[in-house]
């Protein structure tokens, strides 16, 4: 019995379409696809994308990495363009060409759910850098200064210095354009 992948798709890309890119790397072959998103939340910040992203799992197309290999490179926070081309925050393309002959796979039965950020009333979520920031603990987002090399501590948790909050950074629309971010990038 031939085991076939699991089929996903989001953004018009799909497990078995082959990828390179604008700045020289692939062909690669789609593995898996997480996504679509519009937020992420590490421990370092809460990123808010204006459109969903996707990150791709992806395997060399030389056989003998096929064989052997289940991933050899990830591209991260990709997103789709109104004109169809996708490019990932950092404003490298990714060109996606669907094989001629693709073996059968087998449907998905996971379906990705995705809603936009809920912002919430009374924060200015354009203010600049370092100045909207997210309670990991308590959910709530606020605007204030950075307060030294942390975050500043969360208002709606009694001011606890050990609920420090994590920035909320805005993507797209021309951005990243703080220096935080280029930080986060660097």
Known sequence: MTKHPIYQEALGIATGDIITTSYGTGPYIVKRISGPSYVHQSIIALVIWPYPVISLVLADTDPAYIRGLSCSAYINNIHREPDGRYLTDSGDEITVQRPASVAPAQMSIFAALISQYQFQSGVDYHAGD?????????????????????????????????????????????????????????
């Open 130 to 186: 370092t100045r909207v920031w997210h309670c990991p603990y308590c959910g709530c987002d606020f605007n204030a200064e950075k307060q030294g090399i942390c975050g500043p501590a969360c208002p709606h948790c009694s001011g606890r210095f050990d609920k420090i909050a994590i920035p909320v950074i805005m993507m797209g629309n021309g951005q990243p354009g703080n220096s935080y971010v280029r930080g986060l990038n660097a």
